[in-house]
């Protein structure tokens, strides 16, 4: 992976940005021909202003500055229209291909693995999916496009000028080589300042992000103050990075003004001295038509710096998103096995797992599990229980041993079959800003409204989803804010039911809910678990006791393994926890 350089001219990078305008050639291709005859039709008015002054104005010709009037006025007409086709077209080409590569990203970062997650700022992720995207799309409207237009510009411009008097336009050049010393300068202070500006962008929205994803922590501890003193520093960087930038535009401004009133000077100096002294070489109109070029010639050149930025920083930007396409931490997919019916035999066999290199979490894991059983884990916290269930659908992949469902390993199996028919239902209920319904079918066009209706009356959640204002199309609040815990997990059950799976796997929740809920829930998980295979990571006694099988873990071994009564007479560990979580009231374990 290259290092994030920025570089403008780095053209394997810009090739790969141009990719994206491949689907919108012709589009291209016409803000080309734009720019083009946009460059070229730039220095004929000054032309002509020189040629009405010279030969109608001082010679008092009427008719032919009546008709001159008449040809600038439709010049200016067709310059502003190809202007305005111009910016219209270089927009959309913009906008059309970031649109085209965001989708690709989005869908890239669906895909990879939660380990990549667990080590990437989310406010990090939207940073290159929104405004570094949006840096790309000004490589098109602003960038790329627009440079090749003013160097076309300045080109044509300067042959003009040659053409029109020669010794004139090398003594108004002479100040040329400050300018570009000047611009130079400029854009390479000005280069390290949007550096740091696009830094400090993905630090506040990594920051925004997680306080307000987090504020409910900060309001308890009432943190307020601390949090903001901290935000206000970030905050800080983010101005003054800001204004440094400003700045070096605010001296690099009236620099160019500088240079340019030098050229003037120079004109009216040497043009009013040739005037006089050879009155026919240079004219009033070529003076007054140099005005205009000087005018024309510095602006394109004042703004190159600056529309070179705009490229480097949206090379910046493909850069970093393209880096995010580049991560191949996806979880492997090559396995093809996609029987019709899951029967839900579960079987560990040696299992080593570790989350970052030897750190093992999960030491030699082996048990089985028959279809239709239910085995419940429990263990104090950190055991180990959640990896256990995030290695059986494969968010994690482990280093050592094999874990198999109905005798194929779970990495023959295509990958979205064995999610499919392993539902989970984890320990925090994540809720989408959406309809109750779509929270439920999670967008999948195949389950009806018949089937959720069902699951929710099984689960017994439909009463409650029938009272809120709108019934299953009650739009749930970000995150879920505007159910109670026990309503949110609810809808979770129905989730896993409507997706019919084979094999449930659940992590009760150790939020404590009403005894009306709680009654609820636990004829909602009797109804879940009822003919499929279930792995509970139970904090419920209830649960514990109904399982066919119970496993003890603890700091990432199995320690006990058997039902309710065999583990209880062993007097071992269960019997610890058993004796510890359940008969001292108030003690609950997570
Ligand atoms: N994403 C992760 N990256 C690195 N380490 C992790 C990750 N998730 C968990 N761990 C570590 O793995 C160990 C087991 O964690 P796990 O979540 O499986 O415990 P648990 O038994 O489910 O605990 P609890 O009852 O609190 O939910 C812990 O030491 C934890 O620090
Ligand atoms: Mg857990």
């Given at each position: 992976m290259s290092k994030i350089t920025g570089d403008a001219l780095n053209v394997g990078l810009l090739k790969r940005v141009f990719q994206y305008v491949k689907p919108y050639r012709s589009i291209f291709i016409w803000s080309v021909?734009?720019?083009?005859?946009?460059?070229?039709?730039?220095?004929?008015?000054?032309?002509?202003?020189?040629?009405?002054?010279?030969?109608?104005?001082?010679?008092?010709q009427h008719s032919g500055l009546v008709m001159m009037t008449l040809l600038m006025l439709f010049l200016l007409v067709v310059q502003s229209v190809i202007q305005y086709s111009h910016t219209l077209l270089t927009n959309t080409l913009g906008q059309s291909a970031i649109r085209d590569l965001r989708i690709n990203v989005f869908n890239h970062i669906t895909k990879l693995r939660l380990q990549y997650f667990d080590k990437t700022p989310i406010g990090q992720l939207i940073t290159r999916t929104v405004s570094d995207l949006e840096t790309i799309s000004d490589i098109f409207s602003e960038g790329l496009i627009v440079i090749i237009g003013d160097i076309l510009q300045v080109i044509a411009i300067i042959a003009v000028m040659f053409y029109a008097d020669w010794e004139l336009t090398v003594v108004v050049l002479l100040?040329?080589?400050?300018?570009?010393?000047?611009?130079?300068?400029?854009?390479?202070?000005?280069?390290?300042?949007?550096?740091?500006?696009?830094?400090?962008?993905?630090?506040?929205?990594?920051?925004?992000?997680?306080?307000?994803?987090?504020?409910?922590?900060?309001?308890?501890?009432?943190?307020?103050?601390?949090?903001?003193?901290?935000?206000?520093?970030?905050?800080?960087?983010?101005?003054?990075?800001?204004?440094?930038?400003?700045?070096?535009?605010?001296?690099?401004?009236?620099?160019?003004?500088?240079?340019?009133?030098?050229?003037?000077?120079?004109?009216?100096?040497?043009?009013?001295?040739s005037i006089l002294s050879k009155p026919l070489d240079v004219t009033p109109g070529t003076i007054a038509e140099f005005i205009l070029y000087i005018g024309m010639l510095f602006r394109p050149i004042r703004e190159l710096a600056d529309k070179f930025n705009t490229l480097q920083m949206g090379m910046v930007g493909a850069e970093r998103v393209f880096k995010v396409l580049d991560t191949k931490e996806l979880t492997t997919n090559s396995g093809t096995y996609q029987p019709e019916k899951m029967a839900g035999n579960i079987s560990f066999d040696k299992v080593w797992?570790?989350?970052?290199?030897?750190?093992?979490?999960?030491?030699?894991?082996?048990?089985?599990?028959?279809?239709g059983q239910t085995v419940a884990m429990v263990g104090a916290t950190g055991a180990g229980k959640s990896s256990t269930i995030n290695i059986l659908n494969r968010f994690y992949a482990i280093q050592k041993g094999e874990i198999k469902v109905d005798g194929v390993s779970i990495d023959d199996y295509e990958l979205s079959y064995l999610r499919n028919n392993i539902a989970t239902v984890l320990q925090d209920v994540f809720l989408f800003s959406d309809t109750i319904f779509n929270n439920i079918t999670l967008n999948n066009p195949k389950i009806t409204m018949d089937e959720v209706v069902d699951a929710a009356q099984k689960v017994g959640a439909h009463d409650f989803i029938e009272r809120l204002p709108g019934g299953y199309q009650y739009n749930v609040m970000e995150r879920g804010a505007t159910l109670s815990a026990g309503q949110a997990q609810l809808i979770s059950f129905i989730r896993a039911l409507v997706y019919n799976p084979s094999i449930l796997v659940l992590d009760e929740a150790t939020s404590s809910v009403d005894t009306e809920t709680e009654m609820l829930i636990q004829t909602a998980i009797d109804k879940l678990m009822k003919g499929r295979t279930s792995i509970v990571?139970?904090?419920?006694?209830?649960?514990?006791?109904?399982?066919?099988?119970?496993?003890?873990?603890?700091?990432?071994?199995?320690k006990e393994i058997g039902n309710?009564?065999?583990?209880?007479?062993?007097?071992?560990?269960?019997?610890?926890?058993?004796d510890l979580q359940f008969h001292s009231v108030g003690i609950v374990a997570n």
């Open positions: 021909i734009l720019t083009i005859l946009l460059a070229l039709i730039a220095p004929v008015r000054p032309f002509l202003i020189k040629y009405t002054l010279d030969n109608y104005i001082l010679k008092g100040p040329m080589p400050l300018l570009i010393m000047a611009t130079s300068v400029f854009q390479k202070s000005i280069k390290s300042a949007f550096q740091e500006i696009r830094t400090e962008v993905s630090n506040l929205n990594t920051y925004l992000q997680e306080h307000i994803t987090g504020i409910s922590i900060i309001q308890y501890f009432a943190r307020e103050d601390q949090e903001f003193r901290k935000f206000k520093k970030i905050n800080a960087r983010y101005r003054d990075a800001n204004i440094r930038s400003n700045w070096y535009y605010s001296i690099f401004f009236p620099v160019v003004e500088i240079i340019s009133a030098m050229s003037l000077g120079l004109l009216v100096w040497y043009g009013s001295r797992f570790a989350y970052n290199d030897e750190n093992y979490v999960l030491k030699d894991l082996t048990f089985e599990v028959k279809a990571i139970a904090h419920r006694l209830s649960t514990i006791q109904k399982a066919d099988q119970i496993i003890v873990l603890d700091k990432g071994e199995i309710h009564q065999e583990l209880l007479k062993l007097d071992g560990y269960y019997k610890k926890l058993y």
